[in-house]
């Protein structure tokens, strides 16, 4: 995750194009989809569902990853320093670990959410209001920068063999300490809470319902919810559990620093990254309600590219009948005294001539 680790390999070049390629198609599926995501919800004032709240909020961390993390982690395969000065150094790690812990949180809040209002329905409205959706949420943001503020201080610029360099500055002991806790709480706490909340929740729904019997459209509903705040959850975990494996093996197995280590390194970043830009992709795959949402904020845009194409046309037009009424305007001052005077004649004479020239103008 930093640039001590991809610095390791300074002596390989491909990944100098490779990588930062890579990097900017997560950065440009992220943004747009995380974007369309957040526009589909605000637009359509789906954010009075608590759901869609912790949606919304994961969306909020994924696009802050994508935005203030992946430019500049791009950029250590492609410079042989770090260029962005001290405050970025320890700005950039910082809100890495924010938006991981907040993306984390938010996945573990929302199974708990999605696991009361299956099995408690009734008893569970009082408690699952969007004042309190909104209370966790601050909850979650919290935590996150209590868990992230360490890291502000974990990292620092310096030079290292004429070269500026981000690197880690805290002893080995600390690090590992660290580390460790930052896997515990950014990773094992939340998947146990995935995991039992979603097998007691798919527990239920799948005991509760007679095959035999038609499923009430509220059960469907909750049931696809479900489906695809499980699939995001799966695919968080699968996506950062590399990331974390290569630092536990960095600190307690064996993980020498070659080749081989160095491109397992590498793809354990680009997937890490990979997730914030994977879940706009899971909701239009599985609900039909983000599909037409993204289908009508696709519509919106085109319509208003028309309209601001109409809209330069006739500004176009109106310009060029200005310059033609007064390139008449010119000939018609420069024609003879004769000429002239027919200009000057009869109020009926000019306003024909008046006529005449908006007439020609405007054929």
Known sequence: MNASLAGSGAGWQPESVIIPLVY??????????????????????????TTNLFILNLGVADLCFILFCVPFQ????TLEGWVFGPFMCK??????YLTMYASSFTLATVSLDRYLAIRYPLHSRELRTPRNALLAICLIWGLSFIFSGPYLSYYQEFQLANLTVCHPIWEISQRKIMDICTFIFSYIIPVLILSLTYVRTIRYLWRSVDPLQDMSESKKAKRKVTRMIIIVAVLFCLCWLPHHLVILCVWFGYFPLNHSTYVLRILSHVISYANSCVNPIVYALVSKHFRKGFKKIFSCLLHQQAAHRVQAQAANTVSTLEAELSEVTQLSAALPGRSAARCRGPEGQQQGADGSSVT????
């Open 24 to 49: 900017l198609i997560i950065f440009l599926v992220g943004t747009v989809g995380n974007s369309l995501v957040l526009a589909v919800l605000l637009r359509n004032g789906q954010v009075k569902n």
């Open 74 to 77: 791009a950029t250590i395969y």
């Open 91 to 96: 700005a950039v790690h910082f809100f890495i």
């Open 360 to 363: 020609f103008t405007g054929s």
